[in-house]
């Protein structure tokens, strides 16, 4: 029997720091699935909402717990370019963005799993959009950076 295919829900999550009155964003070099720059995002696990994903995430993918999350009503969704060999019914995944705050001590080092990512770096917004990857991704730095500006 077929199994339906169907999208992973997932987030979205900008994350960033403020030093000097300037705003830094995460960026973690992906090396599972494909290659290229990305800021963190997952799966929305059984029994968590969105907001409860995005803080697990960022701090799964940062080792930095948020204090400060804000959730944009944006959602998109995208397809995976080949079937993955650990998401066999997954055809791609919609998101829900997020934006958290991180407050990193000085000279601590971002915790990655190193079996997804290979690097991180902190960049400013016209560095970090030339950066990533993607332009769903380049399109939610955008909105998540007007955001702050605002703040």
Avoid at 11 to 27: G, Q, R, S
Avoid at 41 to 65: H, M, P, T, V, Y
Wanted: hydrophobic share 35%; net charge positive; with cysteine.
């Amino acid at each position: 029997m077929q199994t339906k295919k169907e999208y992973r829900k997932a987030v979205f999550i900008v994350t960033y720091k403020i030093e000097n009155n300037a705003i830094y964003y995460l960026l973690l070099k992906r090396k599972l699935h494909w290659k290229g720059w990305e800021f963190p995002k997952g799966g929305i696990d059984k029994g968590e909402n969105a907001k409860q994903a995005a803080l697990r995430e960022c701090f799964e993918e940062s080792g930095f717990k948020s204090k400060k999350i804000i959730s944009f009503n944006i959602s998109g969704k995208y397809k995976y370019p080949k079937i993955l060999k650990d998401r066999p019914n997954r055809i791609g995944q919609t998101y829900k963005l997020f934006a958290c705050e991180v407050k990193p001590k000085p000279n601590q080092k971002v915790k990655f799993d190193k079996k997804e990512h290979s690097n991180f770096l902190w960049l400013d917004f016209e560095k970090a959009i030339k950066k990533l990857s993607w332009p769903d991704q380049k399109k939610c730095l955008k909105i998540v950076n007007n955001r702050l500006l605002k703040i």
